[in-house]
T-cell receptor, first 115, second 113 residues
Framework: NAGVTQTPKFRVLKTGQSMTLLCAQDMNHEYMYWYRQDPGMGLRLIHY???????AKGEVPDGYNVSRLKKQNFLLGLESAAPSQTSVYFC??????????????FGPGTRLTVT | RKEVEQDPGPFNVPEGATVAFNCTYSNSASQSFFWYRQDCRKEPKLLMS???SGNEDGRFTAQLNRASQYISLLIRDSKLSDSATYLCVVSGAGGTSYGKLTFGQGTILTVHP
C-alpha cells in the first residue's frame, strides 16, 4: 500500500507557465482534497472531490482547476502560474464520513516555486 | 477572526517537561476536532481525535470545551522525538461538510536535551 502519492515532489515554474500536479491514492477513498500550505497560514483548502467525476471549490480556489476522472486520481492544474502560488501543495484522501471520523491521509507534498 | 487560532509558539522545553497547547475555534456548529502532527518538511499526520469527555493516548491528553470553543493538548514527559509542529484541526458542520477540515496555523514545539 503506497497510500497517497504526489507527483512531482519539486518544481520551479516561470510566471505564466502551466503545470499539473498529480495525486494518486490506493485506499479506495471516495473523498480527495488539495491544500496549500504557506508560512504562518496553516493549510488552506483549494478544491475537493467527493467522488469520481465531481469537484467543488474550497477556501482558496482562484487560479486553480481540478479534475477527478478516475476515483484514485485527483489532478490540480495551474493554467498561468503566478509568484503568489509559490507554496507547498498537499493532497489528501479520506473514506466517506463515518460517525465522528474524519481522518485524512496526506501525500508527501509538492514544493512549487514560481519565479 | 481566523476560524481556528493557535499560539504559534515556538515552545522550547527540556526533555521530561510537560507542555500544553491551546486552540480556539469560531464556528460553534463544528462537529469534530483533532490534533495533527507535522514534522519538518513532511506531511501532517493524525495524532489524536478530541472528544468532549477528554481522551488520553499514552503521554498525550486532549480536551474539548464546546461551551468555550476551546481545545487543548497536553504532552507529559516530553521526548526529543516530540519536536514537531502541532496542528489544531476542526471539521465542518453539517452533512454537507464532506469531511472538510479547517487547520490552525500550528504550534512549533522543540524539545531539547
Amino acid at each position: 500500500n503506497a497510500g497517497v502519492t504526489q507527483t512531482p515532489k519539486f518544481r520551479v515554474l516561470k510566471t505564466g507557465q502551466s503545470m499539473t500536479l498529480l495525486c494518486a491514492q490506493d485506499m479506495n477513498h471516495e473523498y480527495m482534497y488539495w491544500y496549500r500550505q504557506d508560512p504562518g497560514m496553516g493549510l488552506r483548502l483549494i478544491h475537493y472531490s467527493v467522488g469520481e467525476g465531481t469537484t467543488a471549490k474550497g477556501e482558496v480556489p482562484d487560479g486553480y482547476n481540478v479534475s477527478r476522472l478516475k476515483k484514485q486520481n485527483f489532478l490540480l492544474g495551474l493554467e498561468s502560474a503566478a509568484p503568489s502560488q509559490t507554496s507547498v501543495y498537499f493532497c489528501a484522501s479520506s473514506p466517506p464520513r463515518t460517525e465522528g471520523d474524519y481522518e485524512q491521509y496526506f501525500g508527501p507534498g509538492t514544493r512549487l516555486t514560481v519565479t | 477572526r481566523k476560524e481556528v487560532e493557535q499560539d504559534p509558539g515556538p515552545f522550547n522545553v527540556p526533555e521530561g517537561a510537560t507542555v500544553a497547547f491551546n486552540c480556539t475555534y469560531s464556528n460553534s456548529a463544528s462537529q469534530s476536532f483533532f490534533w495533527y502532527r507535522q514534522d519538518c518538511r513532511k506531511e501532517p499526520k493524525l495524532l489524536m481525535s478530541v472528544y468532549s469527555s477528554g481522551n488520553e493516548d499514552g503521554r498525550f491528553t486532549a480536551q474539548l470545551n464546546r461551551a468555550s470553543q476551546y481545545i487543548s493538548l497536553l504532552i507529559r514527559d516530553s521526548k526529543l522525538s516530540d519536536s514537531a509542529t502541532y496542528l489544531c484541526v476542526v471539521s465542518g458542520a453539517g452533512g454537507t461538510s464532506y469531511g472538510k477540515l479547517t487547520f490552525g496555523q500550528g504550534t512549533i514545539l522543540t524539545v531539547h536535551p
